[in-house]
């Protein structure tokens, strides 16, 4: 199976075409899953307009796999200052289930600051069912549709009520698929070696003055 509708059209390419003709405004996208390789395809296509992520599952194995590429892709995009990563979940208490924010939304919102923030603020919308994940994005199943003008207030108030009780996990993502500071900074591995053999060094001549000779173990 290769993921794609009747018309022949994989979800990226409905998304892509949605994007293209809502060009201007923040771009509200809410989904239950994501990916680095989702991530760094979306920042592909945003542009510089600010992006607002809601992601109802946000779990280390979820940004585990990835390449060079897109993990560096993925960085310069949750590093930017208008772009925010969101998630929603209420853990299991009592005898009330665990929820977690699972809609898949790309809602464009008003670029009026009047409007901003408010249920009805919401220009245009796609639904569907793909999660920002390769599978949701190429390989699975999907479906999505350009929601009613009677269903714009209802979602956009929906997608404000998660905004206002989220919590912010840009940092947290950038945990989960920045490499180690010494692959992340140019020089910084030979610094290191550099420390060590220093370190060495100064205990052999610690050494010398103390006993008058050098003492290296041999194993037997």
């Known amino acids: 199976m290769n993921g794609r509708g009747s018309d022949g059209r994989s979800a990226s390419a409905l998304i892509e075409e949605f994007l293209r003709a809502h060009p201007r405004g923040e771009l509200f996208v809410a989904v239950g ?3 680095v390789a989702g991530l760094a395809w ?3 296509r945003a542009g510089d307009r600010p992006v607002t992520l809601l992601i109802g599952n946000v779990r280390p194995n979820h940004f585990k796999e990835m390449s060079d590429k897109d993990r560096r892709t993925a960085i310069r995009f949750l590093r930017r200052g208008d772009v925010q990563v969101l998630t ?6 009592d005898n009330r289930p665990g929820r977690e ?3 898949k939304v790309w809602a464009v919102m008003s670029e009026s600051p009047r409007r901003r923030g408010r249920a009805g603020s919401v220009e245009a919308m796609l639904v569907g069912s793909g999660n920002l994940t390769k599978a949701g994005l190429f390989h699975n199943e ?7 003008s009677e269903d ?3 979602i956009g108030a929906q997608l404000e009520r998660l905004r206002s009780h989220q919590w ?3 940092d947290k993502i950038l945990e989960y698929i920045r490499p180690v500071e010494v ?5 910084c591995l030979a610094s290191l070696v550099s420390g060590i053999v220093a370190a060495t060094l100064a205990a052999i001549a610690r050494s010398v003055a103390a006993t008058g000779r050098i003492r290296i173990p041999l194993s037997r």
């Open 152 to 154: 714009l207030r209802r």
């Open 101 to 103: 924010a699972h809609l």
């Open 42 to 44: 979306l920042a592909d």
């Open 183 to 187: 692959a992340e900074r140019p020089g």
């Open 88 to 93: 929603w979940y209420q853990r299991a208490r």
């Open 33 to 35: 899953y994501a990916s």
């Open 142 to 148: 999907e479906a999505f549709a350009h929601a009613a």
């Open 168 to 170: 912010k996990r840009k």
